[in-house]
């Protein structure tokens, strides 16, 4: 009877600790938009004369039946062959949170956008739809991606930068991205939602069995709730269907998303002979706060991996 007892008890904490976790991941607080801008004027991530800038709104119509709100800036050149990038943020922040990274793009002669994820921002979405861990958000990075290679025909390069969330979603997305762009760079991307999971469940000192069935029945409510599988919202299963350019970046003091997972996802690309890829570790700086613990690094790492990017061919009309 005891160990019947404990077997109880132990399914119960299971259970309580997995219905707790899944709120966590999948019901976070989100930061509006006036919050993430104010932020990033005090944190000096962003100027305030990038700020005022020409920046052209946006909304185009999200594949789930909702509107993704987003902005861009043409490049200063006014070129009709300056590159384009976009930029997608990570959980619970806006498009600011990227334009820390938009800043440096724009100076040197780039069109830049940014999006609104699914329930972020100003881009309202069924709770069904967000967070899914790149999962849904991949098909809006298609669609914005889409939208603005209409709006720039020309664009010698195109290319997705992404931080944390968005960096898992972009690199979900190159995976279906049908030679659309011409590179990806990833900020802190997690290696799969399930070991985003697992790894914070072990984090607080539980082993690993536990966190193995917590993941189980996580993955039995995000089917039920959100109507996909946990196991594929996975960047380590799309950087294995792309042979576009990847460029990954990571803090070596991030502790929410392992700096082990960029060099896993690293590391598989280039067993499985993808050469095109690259990898920047930055010391001392914790999740998300590459850039900004040492922006010169980042910045020369980035343009440098970007100048050896072959353009994907582009089809000639007629």
């Known amino acids: ?19 707790v976790a899944f709120y966590l991941m999948f019901y976070p607080s989100c930061k509006s938009l006036e919050f993430t801008r104010a932020n990033g004027l005090e944190k000096a991530e962003f100027s305030q004369e990038f ?38 943020h990570g959980i619970t922040w806006t498009r600011y949170g990227m334009y820390k990274y938009m800043q440096p793009f724009f100076k040197n002669g780039w069109n830049v956008a940014s999006i609104d994820l699914a329930g972020h921002g100003n881009t309202w979405a069924p709770r069904r739809y967000f967070p899914s861990f790149g999962y849904y958000e991949k098909f809006d990075v298609k669609t914005a991606v889409d939208f603005l290679k209409t709006r720039f025909p020309g664009s010698a390069l195109f290319g997705v930068v992404g931080e944390s969330l968005g960096a898992g979603s972009v690199l979900q997305y ?7 762009i ?38 039995i409510l995000v089917r039920m709730t959100k109507g996909f599988s946990f196991s594929d919202a996975s960047p380590e299963k799309a950087v294995m269907e792309t042979a576009t350019p990847i460029l990954l970046v990571h803090g070596l ?66």
């Not at 005891?2 to 219905?19: E, P, T």
């Not at 190159?174 to 659309?180: E, F, K, P, Q, V």
């Not at 040492?294 to 050896?308: G, H, N, R």
Request: charge should be positive; charged fraction near 15%; aromatic fraction near 14%.
């Open 1 to 19: 009877m005891i160990i019947v007892y404990l077997a109880i008890i132990y399914f119960l904490s299971v259970f309580i600790f997995s219905v």
């Open 51 to 88: 700020l005022d800038n020409l920046w052209i709104d946006f909304n185009i119509p999200s594949p789930h039946g909702y509107s993704i709100s987003g902005n861009y800036l043409v490049s200063r050149t006014g070129a009709p062959s300056a590159p384009t990038a976009l930029f997608v």
């Open 174 to 180: 190159s995976a279906i991205s049908n030679g659309a």
């Open 182 to 219: 011409d590179f990806v760079i990833a900020d802190c991307p997690f290696a799969s939602a399930r070991k985003e999971l697992l790894h914070h469940v072990r984090k607080l000192g539980f082993p690993p069995f536990f966190a193995q069935h917590v993941s189980l029945i996580v993955a």
């Open 253 to 318: 003091e991030d502790r929410y998303v392992p700096t082990w997972m960029s060099l896993h996802l690293y590391n598989i690309r280039k067993k499985a002979g993808f050469d095109a890829t690259s990898l920047l570790l930055v010391p001392g700086a914790r999740h998300a706060k590459s850039f900004m613990t040492d922006p010169a690094l980042w910045e020369k790492t980035a343009f440098s991996f970007i100048s050896e990017v072959k353009p994907v061919e582009k089809p000639v009309a007629g």
